[in-house]
């Protein structure tokens, strides 16, 4: 079941601050995709539960002192916000370079530059998504390391249940592990959770 709250992790000025978006641009064009980056790729990192628990406290106007948020709670709501704020970028740039305008499909243009084409579009997307997996990941391993901080982070749910890995790729590895040793499957199960 969804929440009847809303808090965002991240404001304007954070997303000014540390992403490449710059001073110039209007944060009104990005900021929109923030929220639907938070419940697409947070919530999918922490699980509901978790998600909905920090939402909460943040929604409620809870200052980021003790004893509202535990020092783990900060660092790991400061972990998700770098992941976050790239996110954002990562949805709002297909919308920031071609737009729905009133007779349709547009692209910005302008005096002083040139449109980019669909390649730089494309490239700069996978930079956004490369930093947000970087941070996503680093969220993981906090998540792992720290779990008994957490307990809603293995909580049942019948919504999203947590993702233990994010980054994107065509490895598969085989299920089988049984030339590891006992050391190494401790840390794969922590790390993969299997």
Same mark, same amino acid.
């Given at each position: 079941?969804?929440?009847?709250?809303? !808090?965002?992790?991240?404001? &304007?000025?954070?997303? @000014?601050?540390?992403?490449?978006?710059?001073?110039? $641009?209007?944060?009104?064009? $990005?900021?929109?995709?923030?929220?639907?980056?938070?419940?697409?790729? $947070?919530?999918?990192?922490?699980?509901?539960?978790? *998600?909905?628990?920090?939402?909460? @406290?943040?929604?409620?106007?809870?200052? !980021?002192?003790?004893?509202?948020?535990?020092?783990?709670? +900060?660092? #790991?709501?400061?972990?998700?916000?770098?992941?976050?704020?790239?996110?954002?970028?990562?949805?709002?740039?297909?919308? #920031?370079? $071609?737009?729905?305008?009133? +007779?349709?499909?547009?692209?910005?243009?302008?005096?002083?530059?040139?449109?980019?084409?669909?390649?730089?579009?494309?490239?700069?997307?996978?930079?956004?998504?490369?930093?947000?997996?970087?941070?996503?990941?680093?969220?993981?391993?906090?998540?792992?390391?720290?779990?008994?901080?957490?307990? #809603?982070?293995?909580?049942?749910?019948?919504? +999203?249940?947590?993702?233990?890995?994010?980054?994107?790729?065509?490895? *598969?590895?085989?299920?089988? *592990? @049984? &030339?590891?040793?006992?050391?190494?499957? @401790?840390?794969?199960?922590?790390?993969?959770?299997?």
């Amino acid at each position: 079941m969804a929440a009847t709250f809303s !808090f965002l992790f991240i404001d &304007d000025v954070y997303l @000014k601050t540390y992403t490449p978006v710059g001073k110039s $641009i209007d944060v009104d064009q $990005i900021y929109p995709f923030v929220g639907e980056a938070q419940d697409i790729y $947070i919530q999918d990192l922490l699980g509901t539960p978790l *998600y909905n628990q920090l939402e909460y @406290k943040l929604y409620s106007g809870l200052t !980021f002192s003790q004893p509202f948020f535990t020092s783990y709670e +900060i660092e #790991l709501i400061n972990l998700c916000s770098k992941s976050l704020a790239y996110w954002s970028v990562y949805l709002a740039l297909p919308h #920031l370079s $071609i737009g729905i305008r009133n +007779i349709g499909l547009g692209r910005a243009v302008s005096d002083n530059t040139s449109s980019g084409s669909l390649e730089d579009l494309r490239y700069i997307r996978d930079e956004m998504k490369n930093l947000a997996e970087f941070w996503a990941q680093r969220v993981v391993n906090y998540l792992c390391e720290n779990s008994e901080y957490f307990p #809603l982070y293995r909580a049942a749910s019948p919504d +999203i249940y947590p993702q233990n890995w994010v980054y994107d790729s065509d490895i *598969y590895i085989e299920e089988v *592990y @049984k &030339d590891l040793t006992a050391d190494q499957l @401790k840390l794969l199960q922590k790390y993969i959770g299997k």
